[in-house]
């Protein structure tokens, strides 16, 4: 029997619009973000767990609006003016000053600010009351777990990216079985990749998955 080889050419996927895999987990999130340059205030912050897309997506907005991306701990605030900027993960931290200024010049002509965290805006800390008051008023979009539209349509881009085509049984095994985040379904794939040089199917699947769940059930 002639054995299957697999050539490991990994070409990682820059984000784009066409690498990010839309589905009901994040439409809202989509929609609202596609809402530029029309958003309340001139900002926006969109928010979800770890793994499910935030910096893919703000980076596609990123790239369409022309906007710069600022460093949260230090971000500098005279190059923000007059035009869209982009602050990720601003619930970890973000000097209040600085914060509330982005958010006064995001108002004004040929501005915008958009901002990722974990955790809605009313629950970041701040020890301006002005900045208080302005992060309790900024519209929140959220990008939720993602869904089984999602995880399949991610799983198929990293395998695409190791040029592996499995079998098509393969997706639904998985998508029993995983965690629900983008994050999880990359290291699957490597994991699955790297786990021998035939052709990959359920048993493979399940042997890669045994160390998450001894309790596999291959036929389930």
């Known amino acids: 029997m002639t054995q299957q080889l697999r050539l490991r050419l990994e070409r990682p996927a820059t984000p784009s619009r066409e690498t990010f895999v839309e589905g009901p987990s994040n439409a809202h999130a989509r929609a609202a973000v596609e809402a530029w340059p029309h958003w309340h205030g001139g900002a926006l912050v969109l928010v979800g767990p770890a793994g499910v897309g935030k910096t893919h997506l703000a980076s ?48 004004q002509a040929g501005g915008g600010l958009l901002l990722t965290a974990r955790t809605p805006p009313v629950g970041w800390p701040a020890a301006l009351p002005d900045l208080r008051s302005r992060l309790n008023a900024l519209p929140v979009a959220e990008i939720e777990e993602p869904d089984d539209e999602v995880l399949e349509g991610v799983l198929r881009n990293f395998f695409r990216e190791r040029s592996i085509r499995p079998p098509k049984e393969v997706y639904p095994y998985l998508l029993r079985r995983m965690q629900r985040s983008i994050p999880e379904a990359r290291e699957i794939v490597r994991r699955l990749d790297e786990a021998g040089d035939g052709p990959i199917s359920r048993m493979l699947a399940r042997e890669v998955l045994e160390g998450d769940n001894g309790n596999l059930d291959l036929f389930e």
């Open 60 to 107: 596609i907005w990123a790239e369409a609006a022309g906007a710069i991306a600022l460093d949260r701990m230090a971000p500098q605030v005279e190059a923000a003016a007059g035009r869209p900027v982009l602050l990720e993960n601003v619930d970890q931290g973000a000097p209040d000053e600085a914060l509330f200024h982005l958010i006064n010049l995001a108002a």
